[in-house]
Each structure stands twice: as structure tokens, then as C-alpha cells.
T-cell receptor
Framework: DVKVTQSSRYLVKRTGEKVFLECVQD?????MFWYRQDPGLGLRLIYF???????EKGDIPEGYSVSREKKERFSLILESASTNQTSMYLC??????????????FGPGTRLTVL | AQTVTQSQPEMSVQEAETVTLSCTYD???????LFWYKQPPSRQMILVIR??????QNATENRFSVNFQKAAKSFSLKISDSQLGDTAMYFC????????????FGQGTRLTINP
């Protein structure tokens, strides 16, 4: 089974802090994604990566950056956390080939609260 | 740009009833994928069912089936013989075949199955 894990289920940070959210997948997937989930807005793509050291902006990249130094790990960074970044953050991964290439596998999510 | 709309924020039915969740989308693409994802309370998002736009036959997975109307750009999910474990947020999602691997999600429908 594909397993996507995220470093924390719940996180509380203060305004202005630098925040790191970590995601690890164990299926050698090429593609990795960071979404944020807000009530009434569904999931919105922040950033994605299709290879090590490669990244692409999603629909709402402002205030975020990402890092992918190893294939299995994709980090989301909030350089200076703000209250409007309080949200649920979901990581996902997918393979670029084969029967499952169109399916994204999701982590459990990190609920981040910025005070 | 593609958009996905779920017009039912919440739905509630009795156990064993049949329920249909609505989804419409907008795209200029001719070939694409559509998905329904399920997010149970405090649990990971999982894929329920997928549909390739070039296939006319509606996809089915056990108690879950879709009504795909390509011309109307409609993609509804029918859950037959609903069970308490079907209680979850349901998200409709769109994916292009070519280009970026990202999903575009609808706003979600919170479905509650009552005993």
C-alpha cells in the first residue's frame, strides 16, 4: 500500500514564525503536491513537484515556498506565518507512469493554527 | 482554466437509502479525468471512483456509480444502500490528461448517513 505521512497532525505557531511542514511517501512517486483545505473552498493547490529539486507554483503560492531535496520528501515552508494561513494542509503524491499514474494518494493532513 | 462546482454543501440521508451528489465542471479540454474522493472524519482522503472522459460507459465501484454527462459537463456520484461508514466529505476533482498532473477540486459536500 502507498503510504504518505506528514510530520504533525496538529501544529500551533505564532505569527511571524517560520514553519516547516514535512511530507514523506514510500512508493517512489515522482510527483508530490501540497494543498490547503478550507471550508467552502475545497482543496487548493499551493505547490507541486514532479522531480527532485523541481517545483511548480500552484494556484495559491503566495506566502509559501517548498523544498524537494530527496525524491521521497517534500517540504512546505511558511517563511513568516500569518493568521490567514491557519488551515488544514494536505500532502499528496502520484506516479508519473503505469496504471495508477492518474491517482493521487493523500497524507492524513496537518491542521495548522497560527495565533 | 478549469473549474469544478459542487452546489450541495451538506446532505443527510437515512441508512440504506440512495443518495446522489452533484458536480459540474467547466473545461475546454476534450479528454480528461474526473474523480470522486472521500474524506472520512479525521481520516485520510481516499479515491472512490474515477471516470475517463473518452469512455462513454459510466464507472461503477460496488455501491458507488457515476452519471457522467459530457455535453452537460456534469459528473454526479450515486451511493446505493448507504452505510454509516459512508459519512464523510466528498470531493469532485478534475484532471487534464496532458500537461500538469494537478487536480482541480470542488468545494466538497458533507454527507451524513443517519442510523
Amino acid at each position: 500500500d502507498v503510504k504518505v505521512t506528514q510530520s504533525s497532525r496538529y501544529l500551533v505557531k505564532r505569527t511571524g514564525e517560520k514553519v516547516f511542514l514535512e511530507c514523506v511517501q514510500d512508493m517512489d512517486h515522482e510527483n508530490m503536491f501540497w494543498y490547503r483545505q478550507d471550508p467552502g473552498l475545497g482543496l487548493r493547490l499551493i505547490y507541486f513537484s514532479y522531480d527532485v529539486k523541481m517545483k511548480e507554483k500552484g494556484d495559491i503560492p503566495e506566502g509559501y515556498s517548498v523544498s524537494r531535496e530527496k525524491k521521497e520528501r517534500f517540504s512546505l515552508i511558511l517563511e513568516s506565518a500569518s493568521t490567514n494561513q491557519t488551515s488544514m494542509y494536505l500532502c499528496a503524491s502520484s506516479t508519473a507512469s503505469g496504471r495508477l499514474r492518474n491517482e493521487q494518494f493523500f497524507g492524513p493532513g496537518t491542521r495548522l493554527t497560527v495565533l | 482554466a478549469q473549474t469544478v462546482t459542487q452546489s450541495q454543501p451538506e446532505m443527510s440521508v437515512q441508512e440504506a437509502e440512495t443518495v446522489t451528489l452533484s458536480c459540474t465542471y467547466d473545461t475546454s479540454e476534450n479528454n480528461y479525468y474526473l474523480f470522486w474522493y472521500k474524506q472520512p472524519p479525521s481520516r485520510q482522503m481516499i479515491l472512490v471512483i474515477r471516470q475517463e472522459a473518452y469512455k462513454q460507459q459510466n464507472a461503477t465501484e460496488n455501491r458507488f456509480s457515476v452519471n457522467f454527462q459530457k455535453a452537460a459537463k456534469s459528473f454526479s456520484l450515486k451511493i446505493s444502500d448507504s452505510q454509516l461508514g459512508d459519512t464523510a466529505m466528498y470531493f469532485c476533482a478534475f484532471k487534464r490528461i496532458q500537461g500538469a498532473q494537478k487536480l482541480v477540486f470542488g468545494q466538497g459536500t458533507r454527507l451524513t448517513i443517519n442510523p
